[in-house]
């Protein structure tokens, strides 16, 4: 587990790419990270997705096939079902990561775990690449209070992760199976009980996040608190063993919730959908508030033709301007955070495009 980059990016593994794009080609994303739907189960007190509210469609299982194939063809080499729903709410998420793998993509699952059926896991686990359960608490009193549930819905994801490992480890399967914690500095008290709830489910790993906020603050997330928790979260660092890694993203945590490029180049490479079926450049800009920059529906186009349309470059390409600014225009941390900083600081001169050293890291094709 020390091969996997949990706090940062991997594009450096995909230089060709990197080097069509900074010719100006229309390049395919490398990853796109959707949900299936927009429901859920639970309500978190951090939940970003209240903050994505947009027009939802019925995705069917037609139209999420469609969405593989169009993937595949294109060129896409990963997809992540999290983004702002859960998806196991879907009838179609098993058939859909069967179908994803079948088309050679690289397919990973991040949830909450209480519908993720347990008959299912023999099926699904070889064709992963990374199963994630969000788990912000490691006691059932304060999982139930900071997710929004039920304490009797600790037991059952508890149950279906030892599944999980049990699973992965008899047929020596290569998906890592982790645990992820969205810190609100108000959490601190779930720190070690996260962490040592994971090495006695003997995941792979267990990470500890920051909370993003959108431009507004609504979530009203101080991240000068973060500060103050530093010593507590080596001292979850040093629970790792060469079996079960503790990583804390550093990088997010103490960034003040800032950023320091001003353009903004990664939906080029991480693209995000809704699990309305809303194709939009990032998870921060799916509610109907940013509608100009609502490129299509998968619902009602092919992602295909979505892609190859003006409106698809035309809203990448404003991004990208001056007309737009992620300092102000954003909210804090997204998934393309780490990715725009290198981009931007290859934009600018300070980075050049090397070959990477060492072994290839683990989920590669998440960049």
Not at 41 to 63: A, F, S, W
Not at 173 to 181: A, C, K, S, W
């Amino acid at each position: 587990m020390q091969n996997i980059i949990l706090d940062g990016h991997k594009l450096l593994w995909h230089k060709e790419r990197v080097e069509a794009w900074l010719k100006g080609e229309r390049i395919a994303p490398i990853t796109i990270d959707c949900a299936l739907t927009r429901r859920c189960t639970y309500r978190c007190i951090y939940c970003y997705g209240q903050l994505q509210e947009n027009d939802e469609k019925r995705m069917t299982k037609d139209v999420i096939f469609r969405f593989l194939d169009d993937a595949k063809d294109i060129g896409v080499k990963a997809i992540s079902f999290v983004s702002d729903g859960e998806s196991t709410c879907s009838p179609y998420l098993y058939e859909a990561i069967l179908r994803g793998k079948a088309n050679g993509l690289d397919m990973a699952l991040g949830t909450n775990g209480y519908l993720l059926r347990d008959d299912k896991l023999e099926e699904i686990l070889p064709c992963l690449t990374y199963l994630r359960f969000n788990i912000s608490a490691g006691k059932p009193e304060r999982y139930a209070q900071i997710m929004g549930c039920k304490e009797e819905c600790f037991f059952k994801v508890y149950n279906t992760i030892r599944k999980c490992v049990e699973i992965k480890k008899r047929n020596n399967l290569e998906v890592t199976i982790g645990i992820q914690m969205v810190l609100m500095p108000q959490f601190s008290d779930q720190v070690m009980p996260f962490v040592k709830l994971g090495k006695e489910l003997r995941v792979d790993y267990a990470v500890i996040k920051h909370c993003s906020d959108d431009e507004k603050g609504s979530l009203g997330i101080n991240y000068g608190e973060y500060f103050k928790l530093v010593p507590l979260l080596k001292e979850a660092e040093s629970f790792s063993t060469p079996d079960y890694l503790v990583k804390v993203k550093w990088s997010k945590i103490l960034s003040k919730g800032e950023r320091r490029y001003k353009k903004c180049y990664g939906p080029a490479f991480i693209m995000q959908f809704s699990g309305s079926g809303l194709v939009a450049p990032c998870g921060m800009l799916f509610n109907r508030r940013f509608k100009k920059f609502h490129i299509g529906n998968i619902v009602e186009k092919s992602f295909k033709e979505i892609w190859k349309s003006e409106k698809y470059w035309k809203v990448l390409e404003y991004l990208a301007s001056d007309k737009f600014n992620p300092q102000t225009d954003c909210g804090t941390l997204c998934l393309q955070h780490k990715v725009n900083e290198f981009l931007w600081d290859l934009k600018q001169g300070k980075v050049s495009l090397e070959e990477p050293k060492g072994e290839p890291p683990l989920h590669i094709n998440f960049v």
